[in-house]
């Protein structure tokens, strides 16, 4: 795995203008190399902000839709039109603006899907076990407060978790119930790209890039590239380094 590159931009609307320009450059580069990109999205405040970005910029970047497969690293098991949903945010943030087909946008099962967390966590491997081609190439992960990635919280059971996903029970952030990529299918990327904004996530940003730590505290030490990990950070989460 790669060393860290680390990106610090003058607050959350720069962070979420570089990281949408730099998203697109690499779907239109795969594109042009006759390469189908499949790249897995995150939850949060951040990522709204920039897939807002991505809506506004996508026009002139030549990207075809039609040719990009859409993940998502973590959701939240509940009903599907919710708008606690990650995939309902990023449709209306920009999946809906670009006009991707649905059959490119692969969500985790809503409550109406399936009975619970480990059930909805089944189907997710399955359709990633027909749909994907074993790698993304790049997987947007938020940061919490406390280092979490996607669903994986310091000190839970899913951390060590050897398959490609899994439920999520008694989650600290709410809701409570969500379905996360493990750490596995996380790391089966080629670019790995962390993003963060704020000062309330500037002591997570300093643990997960120290010498010591462990995965258990610090989640995100436990998410790399296989070619590329990028902290695309601001000022205030980049304060403790
Ligand atoms: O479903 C989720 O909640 C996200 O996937 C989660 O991992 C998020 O990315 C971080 O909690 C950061 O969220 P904020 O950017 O809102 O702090």
Redesign the pocket.
């Known amino acids: 795995m790669t060393d860290p590159l680390i990106e610090v931009h003058d607050g959350p609307e720069p962070l979420a203008t570089a990281v949408a320009g730099e998203l697109l450059n690499r779907l239109a580069d795969a594109q042009a190399a006759g390469h189908v990109p499949h790249i897995s999205l995150?939850?949060?405040?951040?990522?709204v902000k920039i897939h807002q970005e991505v809506a506004r910029l996508a026009p002139a970047s030549g990207v075809d839709w039609g040719a990009v497969h859409v993940w998502f690293?973590?959701?939240?098991f509940v009903a599907r039109a919710s708008s606690d949903r990650?995939a309902v945010q990023a449709r209306q943030a920009f999946l809906d603006a670009v006009g991707i087909p649905d059959a490119n946008v692969h969500e985790w099962p809503a409550t109406e899907d399936a009975a619970d967390t480990d059930a909805a966590a089944a189907t997710y491997a399955a359709e990633l076990a027909e749909s994907w081609p074993g790698k993304f190439d790049v997987m947007m992960?938020?940061?919490?407060?406390d280092g979490?990635?996607?669903?994986l919280f310091p000190g839970f059971p899913q951390l060590h978790a050897t398959g490609p996903t899994a439920g999520v029970t008694g989650s600290p952030?709410p809701p409570p119930e969500?379905v996360t990529l493990t750490y596995a299918t996380t790391c089966a990327s080629t670019a790995v790209w962390f993003?963060v904004?704020?000062d309330d996530?500037a002591d997570a940003v300093r643990r997960a890039l120290a010498e010591d730590g462990t995965v258990d505290e610090t989640p995100a030490r436990g998410a790399a590239g296989q070619l590329e990990t990028t902290w695309f950070l601001d000022h205030a989460s980049a304060s403790l380094l």
């Open positions: 995150t939850g949060g405040t951040i990522a690293g973590d959701e939240r990650n992960l938020g940061v919490g407060p979490h990635i996607n669903s952030k969500r993003l904004s704020g996530k």
